[in-house]
């Protein structure tokens, strides 16, 4: 079965970092691209950044700067290194995973496996 979990969430100061884990299981990262989507109270859950099979990754603009992702395929996780966290940045981050082909990008939608949820609160 396809399975992805997340750790690495609590509680962080304005401006510090934390790097959140997500384990996968069940399949092999030379077929799927994961990708993190967050999800504040009262908002819908947005697209964070992704990395594809061959590592290539994305971020959307309002992280670019501040948030890496990147894998260990040894260890069948991959990380998002989050810098410079701002209060806004408060929510419950998700990994996910998704089948496909892709080399050039790695795609922002159409995730099918979703873990649980670790929350993030940036707060002093």
């Known amino acids: 079965e396809e399975q992805v979990e997340e750790s690495g969430g609590g509680l962080v100061q304005p401006g510090g970092s934390v790097t959140l884990s997500c384990r996968t299981s069940?399949?092999?990262?030379?077929?799927?691209?994961i990708g993190w989507f967050r999800q504040a109270p009262g908002q819908e859950r947005e697209s964070v950044a992704c990395i594809n099979k061959v590592d290539r990754t994305a971020t959307v603009d309002s992280v670019k700067g501040r948030f890496t992702v990147s894998g260990d395929n040894a260890k069948n996780t991959v990380f998002l290194r989050m810098n410079s966290l701002k209060p806004e940045d408060t929510a419950v981050y998700y990994c996910a995973a998704r089948k496909g082909n892709y080399v050039y990008t790695c795609p922002l939608t159409g995730y099918t496996v979703w873990g649980q949820g670790t929350q993030v609160t940036v707060s002093s």
């Open positions: 069940g399949f092999t990262r030379d077929e799927y691209s």
